[in-house]
């Protein structure tokens, strides 16, 4: 998923998943459950998506409707993505506050001599996914360190 704010685009996609928590939200005065996901992109810069599911009332209170599902993305700061990680109970998957990354180092590279049979496969599972191969590689390295 990805949205434009403010003439810049934040996109799940390419982004890293840094957190995930479960809480009560005040959304267009429906207080349910909401997900919330801290995000981080390849510049540095937070955001948060968070999703709301909620039924539908009539005037007179009852279930109208089936289930509707409302997505909102928000940029913040890093002050605010320091207090996602740190208040409530939070799922953290990787705290970019542990471990400062000096600001010359802003991404590295990482050399893996493959089998070119093994690099077709890849590609083709990128491919699938809608992603570079370099992003479905992020993607594996992310899963393999959360687990």
Known sequence: MKR???????????ATLLAKS????????????VEGKLYQTRAGAFFI????????????GDASAA?????????????????FINVGEVEVYLNPFEERVSEEETEGTIYARIPASLKRKIEEAAKAEG???????MRCFERCLSQ
């Open 49 to 60: 998506v968070e999703e709301i599911e909620y039924t539908p009332l009539d005037p007179d």
């Open 67 to 83: 289930p509707v599902r409302k997505i909102r993305f928000s940029k913040c700061s890093e002050e605010r993505a320091r207090q």
């Open 4 to 14: 434009l704010i403010d003439g810049v685009t934040y996109n799940t996609e390419t």
């Open 131 to 137: 992603l570079s191969a370099n992003s479905w590689a």
């Open 22 to 33: 479960d809480y009560v939200g005040d959304w267009n005065n429906l207080a349910s459950p």
